[in-house]
């Protein structure tokens, strides 16, 4: 049986997986990188992410961003989903 899945790519990735991340460094990193349209890769088992976080979101709120639910990037009507992750829209 096969299933529909989604890959989604990230464009700002947090490295908060390394060996030497700290919360100031997944911080910085990005902070320092997000763009509006970003979505950013943060794993649940980094040492660090958690410390990180809120900071994180109050920096970017600050900026003007909003956090949306994954769904809600999604366009579900006369769009078809390439291979590198982009939407287009069906002729």
């Known amino acids: 049986?096969?299933?529909?899945?989604?890959?989604?790519?990230?464009?700002?990735?947090?490295l908060d997986w390394k060996d030497n991340a700290t919360a100031e460094s997944i911080y910085k990193r990005?902070?320092?990188?997000?763009?509006p349209g970003s979505i950013?890769?943060?794993?649940?088992?980094?040492?660090?992410?958690p410390e990180a976080l809120p900071n994180i979101l109050k920096?970017?709120?600050?900026?003007?961003?909003?956090?949306v639910f994954i769904d809600d990037l999604i366009y579900k009507?006369?769009?078809?989903?390439k291979h590198d992750g982009t939407q287009c829209k069906m002729n």
């Open 1 to 14: 049986m096969f299933h529909n899945s989604i890959t989604f790519v990230s464009n700002v990735d947090s």
């Open 30 to 35: 990005v902070v320092g990188k997000v763009k």
């Open 40 to 49: 950013v890769l943060f794993h649940n088992d980094a040492e660090h992410t």
């Open 59 to 67: 920096t970017l709120k600050e900026q003007g961003y909003e956090f």
């Open 77 to 81: 009507e006369n769009y078809e989903i």
